[in-house]
């Protein structure tokens, strides 16, 4: 079997030699994280050092889901839905803020891997090693800390309650959470049995497995109720909404990142299954959306459209399009932030996302995909704030990706994050002063 990392660098190899094919503060807070993680990965049995994928066995898993019922708001700590609407709100406004005209900081963050990996300690995954050791050796934490709910496998709810705690008491210390969605294929698992069929990142059900791309017989058939489809993808969303309703109810707000690099053809939910016509992606982008927000009232997301870097390329290309290709419109989405793996840090698109007029981020950055310095770890990381300060003025977060063994993506695997994570320009998250935490 293929390991996590082997895969994933797979992926973006193909994705990199396409590209050259076409053209290349301490607080009090920090105790109670520790104890709260702590007490968690000390419920999960011992993860392996050499292999990165977690066992399956780890955490208990439920039986067959269906589709719930709406849901009721059932706030914790006295929040009411105004509350969450108002933090949202602030949150929104200060990101928008930031991304308004000439330079005025910008927010660091860490992605933590996939669901409970974030409670790993092993290698470098997990909290411990991606968030805490950043902040021993610079003495900040990340303004935004980030997860993965699904790719690697599909999460239980019970799997996805544990990842919540960690993203929950970051977030009670003032810092911001953003969450990818990387969803396996539901024509290959429909969810129907967990516990016997949880999925593999380099299974059948896997997000870019070649065999399961003959399966998908249209976007467009997940929304429709009389394809069988439906009834899987249906599953498949109301358990991500319960993960998230369950942060709603502890009043943190997140930054939602559903399907990411559409414009490309290596996901099954990519231009690949729909080469003619963006359509397909841009209704199920919006049906998530209004599931989401109307059906089960989940008023604390803030939707990010995430593509892919164009390298260039135009819509006529078989492998990669236009980062507007596939944009859902302006009354869905609230944040656009693509991806970025530039030794140089080159954002090629930056001013097709400045056209676009919507508040702008980088949701996942990295050195070059199999460079020297990904391969070394020798990434200089304190010429994000250089670039983005003189060159990308309206860039107003940006999230470093995890690491694998031999490419080396995040912060703490690369060099100068002291420096970057200290620079003036740069906002962490001792430097929010969020309304509800006064």
Request: aromatic share 10%; net charge negative; with cysteine.
């Amino acid at each position: 079997m293929v390991g996590l990392a082997e895969f994933d660098m797979e992926k973006r190899s193909i994705r990199s030699n396409r590209k050259e094919n076409a053209m290349v503060k301490k607080n009090g807070y920090a105790a109670v994280l520790v104890m709260v993680l702590g007490l968690l990965i000390s419920g999960c049995t011992a993860e392996k050092t050499v292999e990165p994928t977690p066992d399956p066995t780890e955490t208990p898993r439920t039986p067959t889901m269906e589709p719930t019922e709406e849901p009721q708001f059932t706030p914790t700590d006295g929040i009411t839905a105004a509350d969450v609407d108002a933090r949202r709100t602030e949150i929104l406004d200060y990101i928008t803020s930031l991304s308004n005209g000439p330079f005025a900081g910008v927010i660091s963050g860490q992605n933590c891997y996939h669901g409970t990996e974030i409670l790993s300690s092993s290698w470098v995954r997990g909290y411990a090693n991606m968030i805490e050791k950043l902040h021993t050796e610079t003495g900040q934490w990340v303004g935004i800390i980030g997860v993965d709910y699904e790719y690697l496998k599909i999460f239980t709810p019970e799997e996805l309650a544990q990842t919540n705690k960690a993203l929950i008491e970051y977030a009670k210390a003032g810092g911001l959470v953003t969450i990818t969605l990387t969803p396996q294929n539901p024509w290959v698992n429909d969810e129907s049995d967990l516990v016997n069929n949880p999925g593999t990142f380099d299974g059948p059900a896997g997000t870019q497995n070649e065999a399961g791309f003959v399966h998908v017989t249209g976007l467009d058939d997940l929304i429709d109720p009389a394809k069988p489809v439906n009834a899987a993808w249906l599953r498949k969303l109301d358990r991500v909404a319960a993960a998230l309703t369950e942060l709603r109810d502890a009043g943190v707000v997140v930054l939602f990142r559903p399907m990411q690099e559409m414009n490309g053809n290596w996901f099954w939910w990519g231009m690949r299954s729909h080469p003619n016509d963006p359509a397909p992606y841009v209704h199920v982008y919006r049906h998530m959306h209004d599931y989401f927000t109307e059906t089960k009232q989940l008023n604390n997301l803030i939707w990010v459209y995430s593509p892919n870097e164009s390298f260039g390329e135009k819509n006529t290309s078989t492998w990669n399009r236009t980062v507007d290709w596939a944009y859902p419109g302006d009354a869905y989405v609230d944040i656009i932030a693509g991806t970025n793996y530039e030794d140089n840090l080159i954002l090629g698109d930056y001013a097709t996302y400045v056209s676009m007029k919507k508040p702008l981020g980088v949701a996942e950055l990295g050195p070059k995909i199999g460079g020297p310095a990904a391969k070394a770890g020798t990434w200089d990381t304190s010429q994000i704030i250089a670039k983005i300060k003189t060159a990308y003025p309206r860039i107003s977060y940006w999230v470093s990706w995890h690491s694998y063994p031999g490419e080396s993506w995040s912060l703490i695997s690369n060099k100068n994050y002291d420096a970057l994570l200290n620079d003036p320009g740069v906002i962490n998250r001792d430097d929010f002063h969020w309304s509800w935490l006064e």
